[in-house]
Every structure is written in C-alpha cells, then in structure tokens.
C-alpha cells in the first residue's frame, strides 16, 4: 500500500503542481531542489497523517493544505493567496457586481498595523446601513477574535444565507471603545457609480449635477467592476446630451478592482498615450493605451478627480492617467499605493484559484504606483494631489466624512441603526460637516468655467 491514499494525494495537488510548475523550466540543480521541497510537503503531511494524536478526515486535511499555502503565500505579500472552491464561487460573482454577504471589503491593512480592516463598506448594502465605516477595525465575529485570523477565514465567518444574522464587533477610527453591529445578512447587488444625493422624487436614483446653474456633473465609483465602465459611460452621456460644463470624478475610498473597468474608464476621458504598464519578472511588460476617437468626453471639458488616503489599485490608475496627460486636476490626499497585479490562475480544474502577486503597475510617466512595505514617504508611489490642491484632513475630519458621507447616501425614512452614542454625542456639538475637499474642487471648476464664458463672450463681442 502506498504511503499516500489516493484522496491525500489529490488534496495536495496544488502544492504539488505548483512545485512542478516552477521547476519545469529550470536548470537541473534547481529542479532538484524544487522536488526536495514539494518531497518535504508530502513527508510532513505523510507524518501527520499517521502520527497525530487524532485521525484527521478529508475534510480537515484538505484545510490543513489549504493553511500551509495561504500561510506561506502571505509571507510573500499579503495579497496573494489560495482561494478555495467556496471561496472562488464567491470571488466570480463579486466581480460581477453581484454576491452575497452584508457589504463589505475587508483587508489585513498596513495602515492599522496588519489588523483586519474595512476597506470599503458597500452603499446600500447592510453593513453600510448598520453604521460600518471604512478603517473599521473588525476585533471579532460573532464573539470570536480575530486575531491572527486570516482574511479567507473571516470572509466564511461573516458571509451565509440571506436573512441570516452576524454580529461585529469593531472599533471605528478615532474611538477608543468598540461596538458590536449586529448584521443582516443580504443577496448584495452594488450599483457602482453614484451621484452626491438621491433625487427626491425617486429615491433609488442618483443626481449626478452638483451645481445645476453650472452645469457641474459629480459621479461616484465606488469600485470597478465589470459593469462599471458601462455605468459610467450611460450616465456621462446623459450628462453631456444636458449641456455639461465641468466634472467631478470622486473616487474617495475606492478600493479598486479590475484592470479592464480602470483602462476603459481612462479611454473615455484620452484619445491617446499611455495608461498603464505592467511589468513582471517572468513575463513580457503590458501597455494600455488609449485609442484614437475612443473619448466621449471633450478634451476641453474640465475634470477634477478626488482622492484619499484609501483610494487603491484601479483608482490610482485612473487617477495617474488623467494627471499624467494633464487631463484632469487630482485633488486630495495621497492615495494608498497598492500598485501590484495579481493573476487569477484556475487550478483544480477550475474549481480554485491562485492569485498570485505577478507584476506592478506603472504610470504613464513611467513612475512608480506600489507603495512597498519598506517604502518611505519621500520615495515614489501612489498619486499625489496637483500642487496647490492637497487638502490635509485631520482624523476628527475623516470620521466625520464617513458620517456625513453615509447620511446623505441612506435612502431617506429607511429605518437604521443610530450612530454608537459616544459619536453622536461628540459630533452633536459641532457645526455641520464642510466637505473642504469637493468645495476645492468645485472652486477650481467654477473658476474654469467663468473664464471660459468670459473668453467665449469676448469672441462674440
């Protein structure tokens, strides 16, 4: 009999042929090497499978694999890992637009010290409408810890069935005490472009004029996902059939997402040049370029894009591109730096998946995007706000963002949970949030646009 049942065997698979993979094309010393490793697996699995003090079934070997390679992978960086077939199900649909849960992207984030973090709660989702806030720092589910817990084993703890409930337990940015946010749970469809307010006549629709008398558009993406850029490109042509003069691109928070929606969403506003590159170690440099003809917005349309420290990934793209090719003003905080691409490579007979940290993205300029963890804040990464238009926030002016933020996004006399007490107390006693970021931003436009109605009646005088 052989020293691995059959069913073990094929449970290790990925990391066999993973180990294979890498081996195949190198030279023999390395090759040899690489079976040493994957023998090694194989030894230490086989001595767990004989000796532990408890027989282990199928099931839990097969978690014990999956443990070993995200374990190792997330020594690498922390946004590679294995995603299981559960997993996996749920990562197609998310692309999409459309998955179950209560809303939420969450990360092992840098920013608060490799805890888990709310990248990005969804707008009209339950979390969002439960009080959850970006930089939310999640201590436990449903009672348990998380620390040391992974971020794929956090995702199963929160996500089930629609009308399920989840209980977090998270320490919102700035406070001291946590509170527990009791959650339940939704099918999540997320529109991905938004406007500033809902109309009143129709509550589930957005405005997406924030200074009608200028005729000042404002849209929201919230992600980019493989209906975004079809969004986005329905509404701006609405907006230019209505007279537009100026617009605002927030792209606050954003996360990020698919390189397709970022790249397509750049070519509305160029007509040409670089967007991005990608550049890897074992594979040939990407270009992304814009195509001649393909903008449907003028080229002497003012824009201004809006960025924060949270603004990731496919955000800092877009940004990069229209600052780059000086096609629009960035205006903001720098962003977050998260400027590495991660393949999805189908394994198990496209059961699982691998994502793997395989390249980086570079700008136009041929600057650098990722902010690496040894990176300084001198060195160069991310996107900067154009001289004259950073606007430093300071955290009291974040949080309150994220309420004011939310308040206006709710869908008005829908029933939600209040704000913790503390926070309302505290922000009872100040004056109305100012949004000193969009008002910027506004004031640059409506200069723009008053200069050019004083040159055009200048022509016809």
């Given at each position: 009999?052989?020293?691995?049942?059959?069913?073990?065997?094929?449970?290790?698979?990925?990391?066999a042929?993973l180990?294979?993979?890498?081996?195949?094309s190198?030279?023999?010393?390395?090759?040899?090497?690489?079976?040493?490793?994957?023998?090694?697996?194989?030894d230490?699995?086989?001595?767990?499978?004989h000796?532990?003090?408890?027989?282990?079934?199928?099931?839990?070997k097969?978690k014990?694999v999956?443990?070993?390679?995200?374990g190792?992978?997330?020594h690498?960086?922390?946004?590679?890992?294995f995603?299981?077939?559960?997993?996996?199900?749920?990562?197609?649909?998310?692309?999409?637009?459309?998955?179950g849960?209560?809303?939420?992207q969450?990360s092992?984030?840098?920013l608060?010290?490799?805890?888990?973090?709310?990248i990005?709660?969804m707008?009209?989702?339950?979390?969002?409408?439960?009080?959850?806030?970006?930089?939310?720092?999640i201590?436990?589910?449903?009672?348990?810890?998380?620390?040391?817990?992974?971020?794929?084993?956090?995702?199963?703890?929160?996500?089930?069935?629609?009308g399920?409930?989840v209980v977090?337990t998270?320490?919102?940015?700035g406070?001291?005490?946590?509170?527990e946010?009791?959650?339940?749970?939704?099918?999540?469809?997320?529109?991905s472009?938004?406007?500033?307010?809902?109309?009143?006549?129709s509550?589930?629709?957005?405005?997406?004029?924030?200074?009608?008398?200028?005729?000042?558009?404002?849209?929201?993406?919230?992600?980019?996902s493989?209906t975004?850029?079809a969004?986005?490109?329905?509404i701006?042509?609405?907006?230019?059939?209505e007279?537009?003069?100026?617009?605002?691109?927030?792209?606050?928070?954003?996360p990020?997402?698919?390189?397709?929606?970022a790249v397509?969403i750049?070519?509305?506003?160029l007509?040409?040049?670089?967007?991005?590159?990608?550049?890897?170690?074992?594979?040939?440099?990407?270009?992304?370029?814009a195509?001649?003809?393909?903008a449907?917005v003028?080229a002497?349309?003012p824009?201004?894009?809006?960025?924060n420290?949270?603004?990731a990934?496919?955000?800092?793209?877009?940004?990069?591109?229209?600052?780059?090719?000086?096609r629009?003003?960035?205006?903001?905080?720098?962003?977050y730096?998260?400027?590495?691409?991660?393949?999805?490579?189908?394994?198990?007979?496209?059961?699982?998946?691998?994502?793997?940290?395989t390249?980086s993205?570079?700008?136009p300029?041929g600057?650098?995007?990722?902010?690496?963890?040894?990176?300084?804040?001198?060195?160069?990464?991310?996107v900067?706000?154009?001289p004259?238009?950073?606007?430093?926030?300071?955290e009291?002016?974040?949080?309150?963002?994220?309420y004011?933020r939310?308040?206006r996004?709710?869908?008005?006399?829908?029933a939600?949970?209040?704000?913790?007490?503390?926070d309302?107390?505290?922000?009872s006693e100040?004056?109305?949030?100012?949004?000193r970021?969009?008002?910027k931003?506004l004031?640059?436009?409506r200069?723009?646009?008053?200069?050019?109605?004083?040159a055009?009646?200048?022509a016809?005088g």
């Amino acid at each position: 009999m052989p020293r691995w049942n059959l069913a073990w065997l094929l449970g290790i698979a990925s990391v066999a042929l993973l180990g294979y993979a890498v081996s195949h094309s190198a030279p023999p010393r390395e090759k040899d090497q690489d079976y040493e490793l994957v023998r090694l697996v194989v030894d230490v699995l086989d001595e767990v499978d004989h000796k532990y003090v408890r027989p282990l079934d199928i099931q839990a070997k097969r978690k014990l694999v999956e443990d070993m390679v995200n374990g190792g992978l997330e020594h690498l960086d922390p946004h590679s890992g294995f995603i299981n077939e559960k997993e996996y199900k749920r990562f197609t649909l998310n692309s999409k637009g459309k998955f179950g849960g209560v809303g939420i992207q969450i990360s092992l984030d840098r920013l608060n010290a490799g805890q888990l973090t709310v990248i990005s709660p969804m707008v009209d989702t339950p979390a969002y409408e439960a009080g959850v806030l970006a930089g939310d720092v999640i201590l436990k589910i449903d009672g348990r810890s998380t620390e040391n817990m992974r971020v794929s084993e956090a995702v199963d703890l929160i996500t089930g069935d629609p009308g399920t409930k989840v209980v977090l337990t998270v320490l919102h940015e700035g406070s001291k005490e946590p509170v527990e946010l009791e959650i339940t749970r939704a099918l999540i469809e997320v529109q991905s472009v938004l406007g500033d307010l809902r109309k009143p006549s129709s509550p589930k629709e957005w405005e997406y004029y924030i200074d009608k008398p200028n005729q000042i558009g404002y849209v929201r993406l919230i992600s980019f996902s493989e209906t975004t850029a079809a969004e986005l490109r329905t509404i701006l042509g609405n907006l230019e059939k209505e007279g537009l003069r100026g617009l605002v691109l927030d792209l606050r928070t954003n996360p990020g997402g698919l390189l397709r929606a970022a790249v397509d969403i750049s070519r509305m506003f160029l007509n040409e040049g670089r967007i991005v590159s990608t550049k890897g170690r074992n594979q040939q440099e990407e270009v992304y370029d814009a195509k001649a003809g393909g903008a449907i917005v003028p080229a002497d349309l003012p824009v201004v894009v809006l960025i924060n420290r949270l603004s990731a990934s496919a955000s800092e793209i877009v940004a990069a591109a229209l600052q780059d090719h000086k096609r629009a003003v960035i205006v903001g905080e720098r962003s977050y730096g998260k400027g590495s691409v991660q393949n999805i490579i189908e394994m198990e007979g496209r059961k699982s998946a691998l994502k793997l940290t395989t390249a980086s993205y570079w700008r136009p300029s041929g600057k650098n995007i990722h902010r690496f963890p040894d990176s300084k804040e001198s060195d160069e990464w991310g996107v900067r706000p154009d001289p004259g238009y950073e606007v430093v926030l300071k955290e009291d002016e974040r949080i309150d963002y994220l309420y004011y933020r939310r308040d206006r996004d709710i869908v008005p006399g829908k029933a939600v949970p209040s704000k913790p007490k503390t926070d309302k107390e505290k922000r009872s006693e100040k004056k109305p949030f100012e949004d000193r970021t969009l008002n910027k931003a506004l004031d640059y436009l409506r200069g723009r646009i008053e200069k050019a109605g004083t040159a055009l009646g200048a022509a016809h005088g």
